[in-house]
């Protein structure tokens, strides 16, 4: 599908956006290990979250989807049954290694399968951990998408991950909830620790020191009501399309604010943005609040170091920013970038300079000076959603209408999200 996006005078309006991909992804989870019934509200929309949906129910768990409500009949964590097929986690990074740690306990064997990216992106980060752990787990030259895992009864482990990656750390302490004793994850730098508090959340007991988290096996998990927060990393396309659009005026309601995610309003603060937030408050243990978001000059700046592992979801939309920011954006320690649903180090520099801005290129990161235009042109989201919404963003500042090729890619983590943008405009 093409979307062709016209340039926008400004942008207002009072917002919701959809339910947060990785705490949805986490919940459905955790509710198909617990007891009980558990009713999650504001459930992520996107085609990822309900790759996981599938997957749980394929093992046998009922799950029922109305809206954004999700209800899932849980029956604790020896419930799971042997599937019928293939696991299909689509896209979705988060669904097939989250979903390895838990399958690796099984008293059956299953297999995990992806779209072409996702038989594309490193799973040895989490087979080498589940292996430390007992697990059996045949992939695609040692590394890739299919895995074939045969269930067995694993041991907990002591893992000091080398990867900063809240994915991996959340798949070895899913599958230590299988093991006696305690399990614990050492990360490089701290990630983003939904899994503790979900965790926290159904009962389970989990203490966290600095970089270290640690695991009792074997809790007893009680199914429960949640409400998602809306995604920030959602909210990143429209704080930044309000931020460079001169004279808007945007509030977007109930959006997470755990600190292990909003580095990005302390980066948009630093770049010289205009926001402000309101409304805060707690929802199972999660910290929500309203932004508002105002338009006007920027600064631009530089993303490095625990920085780059904190923002990596929304880089591709600060790139955007950087070009019309006084100073650009500088990035780098970004190598985590060439391994998501793209190579991003190059799409991103790809589309920028489809659009006549100039941006560098370098092996973990990319430069993009700043007080540049963007010009309308074709250009492409190379299958990957935040791709797609990025430059969705940079056609509101271009000159000339833009045409975004394989633009329902978007629909991964946002479904109805050019909509959303269109009735914005003021
Ligand atoms: C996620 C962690 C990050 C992030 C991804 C979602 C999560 O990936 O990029 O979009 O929900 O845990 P890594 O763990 O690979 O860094």
Excluded at 9 to 31: E, V
Excluded at 79 to 93: I, K, V
Excluded at 190 to 210: K, N, V, Y
Excluded at 353 to 367: L, N
Aim: proline share 5%; aromatic share 4%; charged share 20%.
């Amino acid at each position: 599908m093409q979307k062709i996006i016209q340039p926008a005078g400004q942008l207002s309006g009072s917002l919701d956006l959809p339910g947060d991909k990785s705490i949805s992804h986490r919940y459905a989870i955790l509710a198909s290990l617990a007891e009980g019934r558990s009713v999650i509200r504001n459930f992520a929309t996107g085609a990822d979250c309900h790759s996981t949906l599938g997957c749980v129910g394929a093992l046998g768990i009922p799950v029922s989807v109305e809206g954004a409500t999700v209800t899932i009949e849980g029956r604790g964590l020896d419930g799971w049954t042997r599937p019928g097929s293939d696991l299909d986690a689509g896209n979705s990074g988060s669904a097939m290694r989250m979903l390895a740690g838990p399958l690796a306990a099984q008293p059956f064997s299953s297999c995990l399968i992806g779209d072409e990216s996702l038989s594309r992106r490193p799973m040895d980060r989490i087979i080498e951990p589940l292996s430390r752990m007992g697990a059996l787990i045949e992939a695609r030259e040692g590394r890739f998408a299919p895995l074939s895992i045969e269930g067995r009864s694993l041991h907990a482990i002591d893992y000091a991950s080398p990867v900063a990656s809240a994915q991996v750390k959340t798949c070895v302490l899913l599958a230590g909830l299988f093991c006696e004793g305690d399990t614990v994850v050492r990360e490089p730098m701290r990630t983003r620790d939904h899994t503790e508090i979900a965790l926290r959340e159904f009962g389970a007991s989990i203490t966290i020191a600095r970089r270290v988290t640690t695991l009792t096996g074997r809790p007893a998990l009680t199914g429960r009501e949640l409400t998602v927060p809306a995604d920030l990393s959602s909210a990143a396309f429209f704080l930044v399309a309000a931020s460079i659009v001169p004279g808007s005026h945007l509030v977007l309601r109930g959006i997470g604010l755990n600190p292990s995610r909003s580095a990005l309003l302390d980066f948009l603060l630093s770049a010289g943005a205009s926001i402000r937030i309101v409304n805060m408050e707690h929802v199972n243990g999660e910290p929500i609040g309203d932004l508002e978001v105002t338009g006007g000059a920027l600064r631009g700046g530089e993303i490095s170091g625990e920085l780059a592992a904190a923002l990596i979801d929304e880089i591709p939309v600060l790139a955007v920013l950087g070009a019309v920011s006084d100073q650009g954006l500088a990035v780098r320690d970004a190598k985590e970038l060439r391994v998501k649903e793209t190579d991003r180090i190059a799409t991103v520099v790809a589309n920028l300079r489809r659009m006549g801005v100039s941006a560098d290129e370098a092996p973990d990161g990319f430069t993009v000076p700043g007080r540049q235009q963007f010009r309308g042109a074709t250009v492409d989201s190379f299958g990957d959603h935040r791709i797609a919404m990025a430059f969705a963003v940079a056609a509101l500042r271009a000159e000339g209408e833009t045409v975004i090729e394989n633009a329902e890619a978007a629909s991964v983590s946002f479904p109805g999200f050019y909509e959303l943008l269109e009735s914005c405009r003021s």
